[in-house]
């Protein structure tokens, strides 16, 4: 089974463009999360998708958004780019099986997106 | 909001050592996972856990749920130089799927 793939995977953009992200999930997944990893934060959550619907967010800016569509590939936008939105940007998949309060995530290789 | 604390930061061994490193979080998770990521890449599961006292091994690799529910270990045995890579705890807890993070563990195993 193919993993979750992320494309693209090094982006170098100007503050003030805007950029967007796109995660494929692994096969029969329906749940998508969106991650920012840099160096001085870690890895903080963004938010997740299911059934096209956002379901959680973190304490992220309205500039980053995202949307889920019905194959559940999902895609993140990030406006109005800040210096400080250069960041590894990940995405993870999982099953999100109903009933089930808690689910394994597997994570894609990522986008490396640098902002000048 | 729910914090992890992840020890040691990093770690310089010798091949062939065993390895310890644990999480610790303010409040209670119902899941903790154990991630490796390597320059350049996303990071890759390790091992699940989902149930408080479990015990799960993985190869070399175990890692335990703690009764609290508030903390975790993750222990290498026998390291090799291909174990080299950050190693992240997270958890997640109640009916939302987001993970929290540790800071990572940076392991370095000398030949």
């Known amino acids: 089974k193919a993993g979750v793939t992320q494309t693209p995977r090094y982006l170098i953009k100007t503050r003030g463009q805007q950029v967007t992200l796109s995660c494929s999930p692994i096969?029969?997944?329906?749940?998508v999360s969106w991650y920012q990893q840099t160096p001085g934060q870690g890895l903080q959550f963004l938010f997740e998708?299911?059934?096209?619907?956002?379901?959680n967010k973190g304490n992220f800016p309205g500039r980053f958004s995202g949307r889920q569509f019905s194959n559940s590939r999902s895609e993140m936008n990030v406006s109005t780019l800040e210096l400080g939105d250069s960041a590894l940007y990940l995405c993870?998949?999982?099953?999100?099986?109903?009933?089930?309060?808690?689910?394994?995530?597997?994570f894609g290789p990522g986008t490396r997106l640098t902002v000048l | 909001g729910q914090q992890l604390n992840q020890s040691p930061q990093s770690m310089f061994i010798q091949e062939g050592e065993d390895v310890s490193m644990n999480c610790t979080s303010s409040?209670?998770?119902?899941?903790w996972l154990w991630y490796k990521q390597e320059p350049g890449e996303g990071p890759v599961l390790l091992i699940a856990?989902?149930?408080?006292?479990e015990l799960t091994s993985n190869g070399r690799l175990t890692a335990q749920f703690g009764i609290t529910r508030k903390d975790s270990f993750l222990n290498i045995s026998a390291s090799i130089p291909s174990d080299v890579g950050i190693y992240f705890c997270?958890?997640?807890?109640?009916?939302?799927?987001?993970?929290?993070f540790g800071k990572g563990t940076l392991l370095t195993v000398n030949p």
């Open positions: 856990l989902y149930k408080a006292g």
């Open positions: 096969s029969g997944h329906r749940s």
């Open positions: 993870a998949s999982s099953l999100r099986q109903r009933g089930s309060p808690t689910d394994t995530q597997y």
């Open positions: 998708y299911f059934s096209e619907t956002q379901r």
């Open positions: 997270a958890g997640s807890g109640g009916s939302n799927y987001k993970l929290t």
């Open positions: 409040s209670i998770f119902n899941t």
